[in-house]
Structure formats: C-alpha cells, structure tokens
C-alpha cells in the first residue's frame, strides 16, 4: 500500500488493551467531529461522529470524547484488535457545505 | 452496490502532461469533494461540489479543474502536471444531512 503519513506519531498497543487517540482541533465554531480509520492502500472509512452539543458518544467499542473548552478530541477502542491497526484522522466540519478539515493523524499499531 | 469508484487507481505522469481523474458514486449523493492527501499532511480539499450544478474551491485548489458531469459523476482534471501534485487523490461523497463522507479507494498519482 501507498505510504501514508511516514512521519505520523504512532500509539503501540497490545491487543486486548484499550487505546486512546487524541487530537485538537482549532475552529471554535466547528458544529460537528468525526473520526476515520484509514488502513493501507484504502480510502478513509467513517467510525463515529460527535455534535459540538455533546460531550460523550458510544458506538461499538468506540468512544468519542469531545472537551470544547480546551478544544481537544479523543477516540477511545475498547479490547483493541489486530484489525484495528490503522491510521486514525479525526475531522472538523467547518463552515457550510459540510466541508471537512482533517488532521495529520496517528498510527495505531495493535501488537499480539 | 460499488459506493464511491475512482479511476484510474494508478498513474504516471511526465511534468506538462495533462489528465483527468474520474469518480462516480452510485449512492445518490448531493455533495461531492476531491481531497489530495500527502504523508504527514493528512487529507487537503482540493475543489468541492455541493450539489449538481456548482463547484468550488477548497484549500488547495491551484493547477486543478473541475467538472460536476452530473449527479454521479465529479471529475478532476491537471492541465499541466507537476512533481509537487504527486499525491495520492480521493473522492468523497455525502448525501445531505449526514455528517461523514464515503471515500473511494484512491488514485495514486506520481509525476515524474
């Protein structure tokens, strides 16, 4: 696959451990958030999303966390899975027309 | 049921040569978005088409066109390839009211 984000921070977990990915974004007038996992040679595939009106969302074994005041996100994965490694962008929608602004990503690597 | 289909999945170009990158989504979406996305820089906006019939500029539109062939269809076009739009190009679409994009698989595009 292509390589995608060569110099990316990268969260090591081992599998059946929770992971956390963190990310801040920087429009205060965001309404909404989302995260994308994106895994070699694919497109970014959509996990969970968050309105500004909320603090906390649950999906399968995601969480999303959203702190407005200190404008920072997090994704959580519960028992982390070897198909769970990937990159992870979180993405803020800015303005009209939905228009998303990504950020550099992380790189989770799941070890056995 | 194929979502978002991007072609050509891969392509060489010599700096000067001109090409189109092709996307079609079969999902009756509203909105349509071309994003480049380069190692440690995550996913850029290119140009965006909101609904059928209208296009706009993203962050990082300049040596790129684009065409809204109709509701499917939104084509992106380099009138005169440079080495700095190496890059790996998505397509994306949204249907109205809904928060995250379908992305395609990609096209990776080297000029040479």
């Known amino acids: 696959g292509e390589s995608v984000g060569l110099h990316l921070p990268t969260l090591s977990v081992q599998e059946g451990d929770n992971s956390i990915i963190n990310c801040a974004y920087s429009?205060?007038?965001?309404?909404?958030f989302i995260w994308y996992k994106q895994e070699s040679g694919k497109g970014p595939q959509f996990i969970i999303d968050?309105?500004?009106?909320?603090d906390k969302r649950q999906g399968q074994r995601v969480t999303v966390l959203l702190n407005k005041t200190v404008k920072h996100l997090s994704l959580q994965i519960a028992a982390t899975q070897p198909g769970d490694s990937a990159v992870y962008f979180c993405?803020?929608?800015?303005?009209?027309?939905?228009?998303?602004?990504f950020g550099t990503g992380t790189r989770l690597q799941v070890t056995l | 049921n194929a979502g978002v289909t991007q072609t050509p999945k891969f392509q060489v170009l010599k700096t000067g040569q001109s090409m189109t990158l092709q996307c079609a989504q079969d999902?009756?979406?509203?909105?349509m978005y071309w994003y480049r996305q380069d190692p440690g820089m995550g996913l850029r906006l290119i140009y965006y088409?909101?609904?059928?019939?209208?296009?706009d500029k993203g962050e990082v539109p300049n040596g790129y066109n684009v065409s809204r062939l109709n509701k499917r269809e939104f084509s992106l076009r380099l009138e005169s390839a440079a080495p700095s739009q190496t890059s790996v190009y998505f397509c994306?679409?949204?249907?109205?009211?809904?928060?995250?994009?379908?992305f395609g698989s990609g096209t990776r595009l080297t000029v040479v």
């Open positions: 994306a679409s949204r249907v109205t009211g809904a928060a995250g994009y379908t």
């Open positions: 088409s909101a609904s059928e019939g209208t296009t």
């Open positions: 968050i309105r500004s009106n909320m």
């Open positions: 993405a803020e929608n800015t303005g009209t027309a939905s228009k998303l602004t």
């Open positions: 999902m009756n979406h509203n909105s």
């Open positions: 429009n205060s007038a965001s309404d909404y």
